[in-house]
């Protein structure tokens, strides 16, 4: 080895060679462990070596390290409670070393993993695993490791789809690979109640079954049904056995009773549940039921203290997750039962929350108290902070950042899951024909992995809040397990990176890298998986100084791509990508990967340009937290948004906020037009800009108008995207400012008609 760095003294008498450069190792981990140090040699793994442990409390973590060494070496080593010696693969604890840590040294004398705990020897067996898998020559390392967040998690949705015991099982496995340790298990849902329930038989008898399930996107006209009962559930011994199970996997299991709304499998089995009494029917479609459980009825309080003393039976976990989330308020406010409770509780309208929003909270402190007293915490997705949180619950901020921040700020915990890269339900190839359907969306492996758990406005003490991250599996367009998998491998790896790794420290490339042997071990497990990895994977950003698009191509595995910017299609004698594309005028890229002159996927992007493209802009408004993506730089990228307004390429904005954006030319130009192009998806609120003014500037301060129009206002169900560009006689100016109005209130024929209007923006343009 050509290790040149100077030898410290007592890593020298332990045989292990310190080394500032990574270079040496050649070790590829997923995770990344924190430390990783060369060592001089390697161990070789025999029939005869040993797995000793001191003692048998270590046995279950003995046990899935042979099973993780005859994976990777089809070798079946003997477990044996000795004295370590020499030639041995020992595992022991250190109570010195961080509860959910690990030491791995590998030299050439053996292999030892010491551990915080049980769970940390069981993540350093991970480890060891993985190093096979990356190089089973197993040369000489030493590995200190520790997670980044205690609360590390996935969560599984059983209930839009019912999956076996055998496949939730598996799931845990999976999570296991990627240093998980909580399974969010969403068990009840407007379309199937999952947990039997022995005081209410009917939960499973009636509520586990839907006579039949919508085809295709719910959104569809015609809709179309398949006519096949769907359904399942699974018993108090199952859940059991499957908790057992996870918990020797160091994965603690986290039930989700969703209230009060998403309850219409609940309210169809026990329809005296809900504010109209029924009749109720376990839902055949997707989206949000308006039937909730009637929070005017003192049987549901009963009802939920009844389901939760059984719940708590099965589950020993400390979190308890009691959901919270899209519970519309419509059935209460004309429910007679709830109206009375909202009077006698002396709730009211403040013009900050509503008192049915008041009255949720009412709700759900009642069952965060109850937990509370039998030693529960409880978790709400992030609806709970609407209207004031219950003292001690956590929240899981999922419909963006934002509920995260105001409650981190507020001094609650936080499970961060926003929605924008963390619900794995959303597709992850850009050519949507080529996936499988789904609910819409974008997230690659990349947004996942560029993702920071913890934002950039919490201080310290607040950050503390952030207890971990989490990704969630929603399976309406999800109907099998194999297609599970496939949405959440290798989502996951770039998950586990956040979860465990210092999550500011990005290096997208290293990681491309690292998932490679990763997805080995997917492939000796059977594991289905997503390969979009091994394609072109392009990064594009905006570079305001070079005044360029630059764009990085890469694959995992690093094969040799070729390009074309013409639009040709890419060939064994196109240009081979070397090092980053500066890209200064409208150009078609077409890259692809050649394996042993094997095409991979193709990766297509247009990139249009105009005065616009790659200058400086700010925004005077800013976007919704939830479509802000990579902020105003987005709407000079070159790039541009199709209808899939989710798709990271529009800012949001909401609330009747409009576009004020401001571009600096960086010198004076002559420019004729100017304007930006608009997203219309009426269905979800998203409207037209309502008008739009240029005005122009010689210092960025003093502003004058030189254009000015009205837009007509969409009267119908539209999804379409529109370009508003404004002529004006030409004139040299440095600074521009667009300016586009929203819709305001959605208008009266909308199904959200009460609501303020969405403004979706992608690419200002000015030529
Ligand atoms: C959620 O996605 N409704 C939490
Ligand atoms: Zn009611």
């Known amino acids: 080895m050509k290790c040149l760095s100077l030898m410290p003294l007592l890593a020298a008498v332990i045989g292990i060679v310190s080394c500032n450069s990574q270079s040496e190792i050649s070790y590829e981990i997923v995770p990344t462990p924190k430390t990783m140090t060369a060592g001089r040699g390697s161990f070789l793994i025999n029939d005869n070596t040993l797995i ?19 994976e990777e070496t089809g070798k079946r080593l003997a477990v044996a409670v000795k004295p370590v010696s020499e030639k041995e693969i020992s595992i022991d604890i250190d109570k010195k070393l961080p509860e959910e840590g690990y030491e791995l040294t590998v030299g050439s004398d053996g292999v030892s993993i010491r551990g915080g705990s049980s769970a940390g020897v069981f993540y350093g067996a991970q480890t060891l695993r993985k190093c096979l898998a990356s190089d089973p020559s197993l040369p000489a390392v030493k590995i200190e490791d520790e997670p980044a967040f205690g609360y590390r998690g996935a969560h599984f949705d059983v209930s839009r789809h019912f999956f076996t015991v055998d496949e939730v099982k598996t799931y845990i496995d999976m999570m296991a690979l990627h240093n998980m340790n909580m399974l969010h298990w969403h068990l009840t849902e407007d379309q199937g109640w999952r947990v039997e329930i022995k005081k209410y038989p009917r939960l499973t008898e009636v509520g586990a079954w839907r006579k039949e399930t919508i085809i295709g996107n719910s959104t569809d ?27 020797k996997r160091h994965i603690n299991v986290i039930p989700e009773i969703d209230l009060p709304g998403h309850m219409l499998a609940a309210l169809a089995s026990y329809p005296e549940l809900g504010c109209t009494g029924g009749p109720y029917e376990v839902w055949t479609t997707w989206g949000v039921s308006d039937d909730v459980l009637c929070a005017g009825n003192p049987k549901i309080y009963e009802f939920l203290d009844n389901v939760f003393d059984e719940v708590l039976e099965m589950f020993p976990s400390e979190y308890i997750h009691i959901g919270g989330d899209e519970c519309p308020k419509t059935k209460w406010q004309h429910c007679p039962k709830c109206q009375a409770l909202i009077s006698k509780l002396g709730l009211t309208d403040d013009g900050v929350h509503t008192k049915e929003q008041k009255l949720q909270s009412y709700v759900m402190k009642h069952v965060t108290e109850y937990l509370g007293e039998r030693g529960r915490k409880v978790i709400g997705w992030d609806e709970i902070l609407e209207g004031g949180v219950a003292p001690g619950a956590i929240v899981m901020s999922w419909r963006g950042e934002k509920g995260g921040i105001e409650a981190a700020k507020a001094g609650h915990d936080v499970i961060m899951t926003p929605k924008s890269c963390l619900y794995f339900d959303f597709y992850q190839g850009k050519d949507v024909s080529k996936e499988p359907l789904a609910i819409g969306g974008y997230t690659p492996v990349e947004n996942v992995y560029m993702y920071n758990p913890v934002p950039a406005e919490l201080n310290a003490e607040q950050a503390r809040h952030i207890l971990g991250v989490q990704a969630n599996l929603w399976t309406e367009y999800v109907p099998d397990f194999r297609h599970a998998q496939y949405m959440v491998l290798p989502r996951w790896a770039a998950l586990a990176e956040n979860q465990w790794r210092d999550p500011a420290v990005k290096d997208y490339d290293k990681f491309l890298k690292a998932v490679v042997p990763l997805t080995g071990i997917y492939d000796k497990n059977g594991y289905n998986y997503a390969k979009h990895i091994f394609d072109v994977n392009a990064s594009l950003s905006t570079d305001v100084e070079l005044n360029a698009i630059v764009v990085t ?11 074309t910017t013409d639009g040709s299609e890419p060939t064994l004698e196109s240009a081979v990508y070397t090092s980053p594309l500066e890209i200064r005028q409208a150009s078609d890229i077409r890259a692809v990967t050649f394996r042993n002159g094997e095409k991979g ?7 249009s340009f105009n005065k616009a493209t790659a200058t400086k802009i700010s925004l005077g408004v800013q976007p919704s937290d939830s479509y802000k993506y990579g902020g105003a730089i987005m709407l000079v990228d070159g790039l541009r948004g199709n209808t899939m307004f989710s798709s990271g390429r529009w800012l949001g904005f909401a609330d009747g906020d409009g576009l004020d954006a401001v571009i600096d030319l960086g010198e004076t130009v002559e420019i004729s037009s100017a304007g930006a192009s608009f997203c219309i998806v009426s269905h979800d609120g998203i409207f037209d800009a309502k008008d739009m003014t240029i005005s122009v500037s010689d210092d960025g301060k003093e502003f004058r108008d030189i254009a000015r129009a009205d837009f007509q206002q969409v009267t119908e169900e539209t999804a379409a995207t529109k370009e508003h560009v404004l002529d004006f006689a030409p004139v040299k100016t440095r600074y521009v400012n667009v300016k586009a109005s929203s819709e305001g209130d959605v208008p009266f024929w909308n199904w959200l008609a009460g609501s303020k209007a969405w403004l979706f923006v992608d690419e200002i343009i000015i030529r």
């Open 52 to 70: 000793s442990l001191p003692d048998s409390a270590l046995f279950n973590e003995a046990g899935f390290l042979s099973d993780y060494i005859a």
């Open 601 to 607: 996927a193709e990766f297509e992007e247009n990139i």
């Open 553 to 563: 191509l890469r694959a995992a595995g690093d094969p040799e791509i070729r390009y």
């Open 221 to 247: 006209v015609p809709k179309r049904y398949d006519g096949k009962l769907h359904g399942g559930y699974y018993t108090q011994e199952q859940i059991r056995d499957i908790v057992s199970y996870a918990a």
